[in-house]
């Protein structure tokens, strides 16, 4: 049995970036900066960036480049892929991406699931009720019984 997939959670560290391939079909890259916290044996904090490049493919590919922006928190699911090619400088390179299949804003006002599938667009008027500030959903961590 085999397993390739990736779930991340991060901010794009820039706009993505939509192409069309000669057959028609939209591909749109960005990347995506991931945080690892940790207490070193000194007792010093420490926090390391890893940074991912994402490839989105038709209609997930033209919803990212339509909603996604710079700074925007969002998960992402895929699988890896390495490719390669030969550089000007005749060097072969490498560069590793996740392929994703899956894409949830996590910081937006219209939060939503996307994975290829068109979403119903967002009503521009609101006319619900004002939220009123009450904690009354509020669950505090001493609530909970376990």
Same mark, same amino acid.
């Given at each position: 049995?085999?397993? %390739? =997939?990736?779930?991340?959670?991060? %901010?794009?560290? #820039? /706009? +993505?970036?939509?192409?069309? $391939?000669?057959?028609?079909?939209?591909?749109?890259?960005?990347?995506?900066?991931?945080?690892? $916290?940790? $207490?070193?044996? *000194?007792?010093? &904090?420490?926090?390391?960036?890893?940074?991912?490049?994402?490839?989105?493919?038709? &209609?997930?590919?033209?919803?990212?480049?339509?909603?996604? =922006? =710079?700074? %925007?928190?969002?998960?992402?699911?895929? #699988?890896?892929?390495? #490719? /390669?090619?030969?550089?000007?400088?005749?060097?072969?390179?490498? #560069? $590793?991406?996740?392929?994703?299949? %899956?894409?949830?804003?996590?910081?937006?006002? *219209?939060?939503?699931?996307?994975?290829?599938? +068109?979403?119903? +667009?967002?009503?521009?008027? /609101?006319? *619900?009720?004002?939220?009123?500030? *009450?904690?009354?959903?509020?669950?505090?961590?001493? /609530?909970?019984?376990?």
């Amino acid at each position: 049995m085999n397993l %390739n =997939k990736a779930m991340i959670i991060g %901010n794009l560290t #820039r /706009d +993505p970036e939509s192409r069309t $391939t000669p057959t028609g079909q939209t591909v749109t890259t960005f990347g995506v900066a991931t945080n690892f $916290t940790w $207490t070193d044996a *000194s007792g010093e &904090k420490q926090k390391r960036a890893e940074y991912h490049n994402i490839v989105a493919w038709r &209609k997930l590919g033209e919803i990212c480049a339509q909603y996604l =922006k =710079k700074g %925007n928190k969002v998960y992402i699911e895929g #699988r890896l892929q390495t #490719r /390669d090619w030969e550089g000007q400088d005749g060097v072969k390179r490498y #560069r $590793t991406e996740i392929i994703a299949d %899956n894409m949830i804003m996590l910081d937006t006002k *219209s939060s939503g699931s996307f994975s290829g599938e +068109p979403a119903a +667009p967002a009503p521009t008027d /609101d006319f *619900s009720q004002p939220e009123s500030p *009450s904690n009354e959903g509020e669950i505090k961590v001493e /609530d909970i019984p376990f």
